[in-house]
C-alpha cells in the first residue's frame, strides 16, 4: 500500500511539473485545474466564460475510434435541444461511415441501433453539407445537420476558416476530431496523445468559434420558429456559401 502511495505520489509530482503551463492557463482565466484520480489525465472548469460554463478534459479515449488519449471539450450553451450539427475528420468519417454500414446494413433495410454513438449515426441520418466556403476545409472534414442549409449556416464563415487553419497543424489528416452540437451543448473530442498549451488553447479557439456560430444559427432559427423539419427554408440554398475559386 505504502509502494503504491509513493507511486501515486510521484506520478502526480511529475504532471504537475508537466502540465504547469497549462494550469497556469487556466487559473489566469478564472478556471479551475485538477489531476484526475491516479494521474490519468486532468480536468479544467471555466464556469464563468462568457460564452457559457466550459469543462475541458484530457484522458483514456471515451471511444474505440480513438486509440489511446484524447481531448474533450463541452461548452454549455443553452441552444435548443434540437439543433443538432457536426463536423468530423474526412478519414475518420469515411472509416466510421464504413462501420456502420459493414455492422447494420441487411439486405434492403437499413437498422441503426440507439447504442451506437450519435456521431456515427448522424452520418447515415443526416444531410451533408457539400458547398464549402473553403475548399480546403471541405477536403479535410465533413459536414452534417438536420439540413444542408443549417449545417451550411454554421459553417459558413469563421467556422470555415478556423477549420481551414486548424488542418495545417491541430488536425493533420488521419487525427480524430469530432464537434458537435446536441442537449443545448457544444462537444468536441481531438485524439491527442501529449497534452500541450499550444494544442488546448488551439482547441478552445476552435471551439470558441464554432459555438458563436452555432448560437446565431439557434437565434435565427428560434425567431422563425422553425424547430427543426422546416429548418431549410430559412436558408435557401440558391444563397449558401460560394467555393473559393
Known amino acids: 500500500m505504502v509502494i503504491k502511495q509513493v507511486k501515486h505520489w510521484i506520478k502526480h509530482r511529475a504532471n504537475a511539473s508537466a502540465w504547469k503551463a497549462m494550469q497556469e492557463w487556466a487559473e489566469a482565466r478564472g478556471a479551475r485545474f485538477e489531476q484526475m484520480e ?16 466550459l469543462l475541458i478534459e484530457w484522458g483514456p479515449a471515451q471511444r474505440s475510434y480513438v486509440e489511446g488519449a484524447e481531448l474533450r471539450l463541452r461548452w454549455e450553451l443553452g441552444l435548443n435541444a434540437d439543433l443538432q450539427m457536426m463536423v ?7 472509416r466510421l461511415e464504413s ?9 434492403l433495410q437499413t437498422r441503426i441501433d440507439t447504442d451506437t454513438p450519435e456521431e456515427m449515426r448522424w452520418l447515415v441520418m443526416f444531410a451533408k453539407l457539400d458547398q464549402w466556403k473553403s475548399k ?18 454554421w459553417i459558413e464563415g469563421p467556422l470555415s476558416e478556423a477549420l481551414a487553419l486548424a488542418s495545417q497543424d491541430l488536425v493533420p489528416a488521419g487525427r480524430p476530431l469530432v464537434m458537435l452540437t446536441q442537449r443545448g451543448n457544444l462537444y468536441l473530442r481531438l485524439a491527442l496523445s501529449e497534452p500541450s498549451l499550444e ?26 420558429g422553425v424547430w427543426p423539419a422546416s429548418a431549410a427554408a430559412i436558408w435557401p440554398a440558391s444563397s449558401q456559401m460560394q467555393e473559393e475559386p
Do not use: W
Open 38 to 53: 491516479e494521474g490519468e489525465g486532468f480536468e479544467i472548469e471555466e464556469p464563468g466564460n462568457a460564452v457559457g460554463r
Open 88 to 94: 468530423m475528420e474526412r478519414e475518420l468519417c469515411d
Open 99 to 107: 462501420s456502420v454500414f459493414e455492422a447494420y446494413t441487411d439486405t
Open 136 to 153: 480546403l476545409a471541405r477536403s479535410r472534414f465533413t459536414a452534417c445537420a438536420m439540413s444542408k442549409e443549417v449545417a451550411g449556416a
Open 199 to 224: 494544442a488546448l488553447q488551439g482547441v478552445v479557439k476552435l471551439a470558441e468559434i464554432a459555438a458563436k456560430q452555432a448560437k446565431q444559427v439557434h437565434q435565427v432559427l428560434g425567431e422563425a
